[in-house]
């Protein structure tokens, strides 16, 4: 796609004898909010952790035209190939404004080292911007470690989008809110990808990812089974197989609901 932004080709990994991805191809395009669903263990974390360079594998990843599959994790990221994580690793000592300070300076690691034990920078317009975003901006002097679970979250996606990302790779963000919650999120989410951040998302809330998402790819056993768009990956008969199959009734009901609502 020639207004691809993140392109994954051939992307497979393998954990000794045990194939976690089998060859997947995926792209994200300007101004497009893409997610990735499928049963749990299908390989949507992996996925995630293959292409931002947390786990070896096999394949090409450009970002912005740039071949970055050799480089390492924390090259991505500076480059823009940003991500969230499951387990919302914050730095609980430092409040949220200067949670996101750090992620939005690129500089040495003795620099932020320097700032971690000693003076974090002043907060500049970009940590309010990401804030004001996900409209968090009244969290900006609170301790991460007193903010509840989904709070977190949302700090957790704020960090990510202060780092100056070409694309942002959001692994679970609606885990731990209500449906009210969630739904507020998918409405920040899609915001932002409308004024020009393009993002790819991971969820098992399928009434999430079928509302906001554009174009959508569902992978099982580590392969795409289907992509297209929400109402095509929807009635896709593979897809229902994946979820109504292997007694992921959890994720099947959800499916199923998600379908007849929309």
Not at 110 to 139: C, M, N, Q, R
Not at 176 to 185: F, K, R, V
Request: aromatic share 4%; charged share 20%.
């Amino acid at each position: 796609m020639s207004d691809a932004v993140l392109t994954a080709s051939g992307i497979s990994v393998n954990f000794g004898g045990v194939r976690a991805l089998g060859g997947v191809d995926l792209a994200v395009s300007d101004g497009q909010l893409v997610g990735l669903i499928g049963p749990n263990g299908a390989g949507k974390t992996t996925f995630i952790d293959a292409i931002t360079g947390f786990v070896a594998a096999s394949g090409t990843i450009s970002l912005a035209g740039r071949d970055v599959s050799k480089l390492p994790a924390h090259t991505r990221a500076r480059l823009g190939l940003v991500r969230t994580w499951q387990s919302i690793e914050l730095f609980d000592d430092l409040t949220v404004g200067e949670n996101l300070t750090v992620s939005a300076h690129r500089q040495s690691a003795w620099a932020t080292v320097k700032e971690v034990l000693w003076k974090p920078p002043p907060v500049d317009s970009t940590v309010h911007e990401a804030l004001g975003l996900l409209e968090i901006e009244s969290f900006i002097d609170a301790m991460p470690s007193d903010l509840p679970q989904g709070q977190r979250k949302l700090v957790g996606v704020a960090r990510a989008l202060a780092a100056h990302p070409k694309v942002v790779c959001l692994d679970e963000p609606a885990a731990g809110l209500d449906t009210s919650e969630s739904q507020a999120l998918g409405q920040r989410l899609r915001r932002v990808v409308d004024g020009g951040l393009p993002m790819l998302l991971i969820d098992h809330d399928m009434g999430l990812v079928l509302s906001i998402c554009d174009y959508i790819y569902v992978i099982d056993f580590g392969v795409v089974i289907a992509q297209g768009t929400p109402a095509e990956v929807r009635a896709d008969p593979k897809v229902i197989a994946a979820y109504l199959g292997g007694g992921q009734s959890g994720e099947s009901a959800d499916v199923q609901e998600a379908a007849a609502h929309e």
